[in-house]
Structure formats: structure tokens, C-alpha cells
């Protein structure tokens, strides 16, 4: 099982970006998908997760500017986040939790002020 996480880079304040994650040797929609994020000197954190029926979770942080998606035929999760603040940097992970858990292996989110 490989998880490819993608999309990540420099942004601007107010500005959007779409994190993918690709999924291989696994089928995500089996699954719940989440993706997470890690801060410097912060814990990692959920950020939002899909379920198999597609039903969405967020944390309140990014309510109403993140969008959590999953396209089968690509096997796919993405991650559309608008209105970016400069607090959404950090490193962002996709996971899910088959017979383990896999993570993917990160991708950067800068936003700049």
C-alpha cells in the first residue's frame, strides 16, 4: 500500500490550493480517508476526513474553507483549500486505516501574510 500525497507549495494569504493523495494497493473507497497536518513544534492534527458513504468531516478550524473530496475512478482523495491563512502552514499527511494505519509522505503548505 503507497500513499502519494501531492499539491502542496506557496501561497499567499486568501489564496487556494488542492492537495491530492493516490492511493495504490488499496481501494480508498473501502475506507475512511483523512487528511492531517503537523505545524513546526506542533503535534499532528486532523484536518478532515471522507467515509466510505462519502459523508464528510471537518475540524472547526477549516470549516467553510476546506473541501474534502474522493473521485473512485482515480482513487483519489483530494483536499481543495480556499481562503488560506497563514496559519494553515505546515506539512499535510493523508491516511487511512486498513489492516494498519499508512500514512502518506507529506506535502508543504506555506501561506504566506
Known amino acids: 500500500v503507497q500513499l502519494q500525497a501531492s499539491g502542496g507549495g506557496l501561497v499567499q494569504a486568501g489564496g487556494s490550493l488542492r492537495l491530492s493523495c493516490a492511493g495504490s494497493?488499496?481501494?480508498?473507497?473501502?475506507?475512511?480517508v483523512g487528511w492531517y497536518r503537523q505545524a513546526p513544534r506542533n503535534h499532528r492534527e486532523l484536518v478532515s476526513l471522507?467515509?466510505?458513504?462519502?459523508?464528510?468531516h471537518y475540524e472547526d478550524f477549516v470549516k467553510g474553507r476546506f473541501t474534502i473530496s474522493r473521485d473512485n475512478t482515480r482513487n483519489t482523495v483530494y483536499l481543495q483549500m480556499d481562503s488560506l491563512k497563514p496559519e494553515d502552514t505546515a506539512v499535510y499527511y493523508c491516511?487511512?486505516?486498513?489492516?494498519?494505519?499508512?500514512w502518506g509522505q507529506g506535502t508543504l503548505v506555506t501561506v504566506s501574510s
Open positions: 471522507i467515509y466510505r458513504d462519502g459523508n464528510q
Open positions: 491516511r487511512v486505516d486498513s489492516d494498519r494505519t499508512y
Open positions: 494497493g488499496i481501494i480508498f473507497s473501502n475506507y475512511a
